[in-house]
């Protein structure tokens, strides 16, 4: 429900492209780990990733419960709230590992949160938190890298310019790009595998950026 939501609801924000590694198929029980820029990005993955026929499994912060009507949405599709730093935590983990063992996609974010910069411009995925690598290593699911761009483009900054980017959105018309990288299975050792997959996301957005002309897509990576 919430994916079919977001593919109708993007079209209107902006003009949204899609692209895979060639003879990517995500396979089914696998992690989509994708870079969070932006309140829009969300509904952009999901609706990009309904093109390739997968509505997954989101996990999401578990605030977002209690907001009207988005918290009913979530709690009817089965996604799965993350309740950080409390005992509930590793319940979380426990409901992902079963989703994929039942052969659905789990979509989260490397980050964990959005940047705290103001401005619109693309910039590399920042620190990866280790609920990824802890995740992939209980299932022992494969990593699929997805990048997205152009969501800051929709809204960004502080809650003024939000509100007033998402208002003019329709008019504007932004691009916006997603990228599906090949699937990884990622290393032993949560340090290394956390990398690893920030590396591959980072590939990913790096496409995506590229796509749409972004400056930091032609940088050289650190």
């Known amino acids: ?18 692209t895979a590694d060639p003879a990517t198929a995500p396979p089914a029980g696998s992690i989509v780990v994708a870079n969070h820029t932006s309140l829009a990005d969300p509904g952009i993955v999901l609706a ?21 009507v988005l918290g009913r949405l979530l709690e009817r599709g089965g996604h799965v709230p993350v309740h950080r730093g ?16 039942d052969g659905r996609h789990v979509l989260l974010y490397g980050e964990g949160r959005l940047p705290s ?26 990593v699929v890298p997805l990048g997205q761009a152009g969501a800051r483009r929709v809204t960004s900054g502080r809650r003024a310019k939000q509100l007033s980017g ?18 990884v299975h990622l290393p032993p050792g949560v340090e290394e595998a956390t990398a690893t997959a920030r590396a ?6 790096r496409t995506a950026a590229a796509h749409l002309g972004e400056p930091a897509a032609l940088r050289t990576a650190p």
């Not at 429900?1 to 899609?18: K, Q």
């Open 48 to 68: 990009a990733l309904l093109r390739l026929g997968i509505e997954p499994v989101v996990l999401a912060t578990a605030g977002l419960w209690r907001i009207p």
């Open 117 to 142: 910069r103001t401005d619109a411009a693309e910039a590399p995925p920042e620190t990866f938190r280790t609920g990824l690598a802890r995740l992939a290593h209980a299932s022992g699911a494969p």
């Open 200 to 205: 591959a996301v980072t590939s990913a957005w």
């Open 166 to 183: 998402l208002l003019t959105a329709p008019a504007r018309r932004p691009r916006l790009h997603v990228h599906v990288g090949s699937a």
């Open 86 to 101: 409390t005992h509930r935590a590793a319940a979380a983990l426990d409901e992902a590992v079963a989703a994929l063992r």
């Open 1 to 18: 429900m919430l994916s079919r939501i977001a593919a109708a609801v993007v079209p209107s924000l902006g003009h949204l492209t899609v």
